[in-house]
């Protein structure tokens, strides 16, 4: 008789935890991050009565969380993919509104700037004519500034959200040390019973971090995870975790860098390429591909404008009949030292060809006999550079580089960053103000082929407007682009970017949304499911409690047996 009721009892026990588990499933079926559970059960071993083994009926040996680690890892590496693709996409929108909007538009303000220098050609006398081209060229340099300065308020604005993400990043690697910390503990404190909420936790946060920046997780002994970036460094190791800081950059004292902080031997600078993925991998990714390039397109259209106007200008005479002078300022080329270097050499650039003049950065190292100089750009390099060894200047891509020896020689590996466009927009101005300085005449020349001072040919004189307004048509920018075809060809670049990138971005989501609804077909809670579930662990309940009432009643029959 006992037997029986002991049985029973079993029955009842699981059939209790069993409704548990199905009544946690109904709960947390909108939680995100919970794995449904189901309970694991076990016959119990029978015992021995006479020549038979009688039944002890059930064990509950756990409740376990249905969860494939195979498929989150692909929803992992999706996610950080989607995440950075979209973070990239919607910088990049940015840009490609900027350039298409009406109002922000310098194809427009060069038309008009030279419409108007069109007018001066055809009435070189008239000053009211020279004056509104003043206005216009004011207005073009403008123009070129609000360009330059979205884009540089867009780079500020990803250095500050780089600090933000590292936060959060930092957050979410602390709380996972944690509870790999407190997951050990309760395993060890209940003979290795999984505590699945903590678990289901953990998980949720790995997520979000795997969304913030890529990572790996690996498992040790079945439970605590391991969480490194894909370059191998450690964000979690068991109960310890490492932050991500920001740091100057070691190459641009103007860029923000991201450093990792050993409690060992303090905070290293990581290269750009070691942060992949995630949406601190999009912004950076955005940062070094899209948005430096633009500004350095932007910046080298105006220089090889502003020059080529600058060297036409001075070529003519004005209406006084004094030689033309510059008509637009513009900001110089930039040196940066490493701050690793060992050699305290300085270079300092300038323009030799503004029309050679690319729209890149440059990556300068000294390899001890000679200089490796790199487009960052294109990532392409010039190796054995060598001083002129008349000037005793590095000359490539339309600029000059002087190297001037410091308090030490220069060192086998120091570099330099050279950023040959980027302040030219800020430095950029209309030189004259009064009409009377605009060079629309042709310049005499006396037989020998010189400039005679002081002669020119009349206010009248449109030969140098021509000429000036002759420049629309050439190829002066970068040496193979007219003004009008460089811009349209920013436009063109970011516009295939932007759409090539909306293709991707919805691509990914996609993928993302499969690869959740797989994981949901695993881990998720079906509510038709748990209500049938519901009924039999219902029903299974209600049968070991008729088991336990006929125990009963069979005992209660024997006790009146024996009265």
Known sequence: M?????TAMSGLKAAQAALSAVSNNISNQAV?????????LEQASGTKNGNAYVGNGVNLVSINRDYNDFIANQLRAAQSTSSSVTTSYEQISKIDNLLASSTTNLSSSLQEFFTNLQNVANNAGDSSARQTMIGKAQGLVNQFKVTDKYLRDMDSSINSEIKSVLGQVNTYSSQIANLNKEITRLQGANQGAQPNDLLDQRDQLVNDLNKLVGVDVTVQDGSIYHVSLKNGMNLVQGTRSFDL???ASSSDPQRVAIGYDDPTVGVSELRDSSISGGKLGGLISFRNDTLDTTRN??????LAFSDAFNTQHKAGYDYEGKPGENFFDFGDPVAYENSRNTGKAVLSVSYKDTSAVQATDYSVRFNGT??????????TTVTGLTPDPVTGKLTFDGLEVTVTAGSSPLTAGDTYLLKPVSDVIIGMKVAISDPNKVAAASTK??????QVPGESGGPSDNTNAKALLAL?????VGGNATFSGAYASIVGDIGNQTSTLKINNT?????VKQLTAEQQSVSGVNLDEEYGDLMRYQQYYMANAQVVQTAQALFDALLSMRS
């Open 297 to 302: 397109q932007v910046n080298q259209l105006a």
């Open 507 to 511: 691509s990914q989501l996609n993928v």
């Open 32 to 40: 995100t991050g919970y794995s449904r559970q189901t309970v694991l």
């Open 370 to 379: 000679s200089w490796d100089v790199t487009r960052t750009a294109t990532n």
């Open 445 to 450: 020349l006396d037989e020998n082929g010189n």
């Open 472 to 476: 629309q048509n050439l190829k002066v």
């Open 245 to 247: 800081v920001t740091v």
């Open 2 to 6: 006992a037997n029986l009721v002991n």
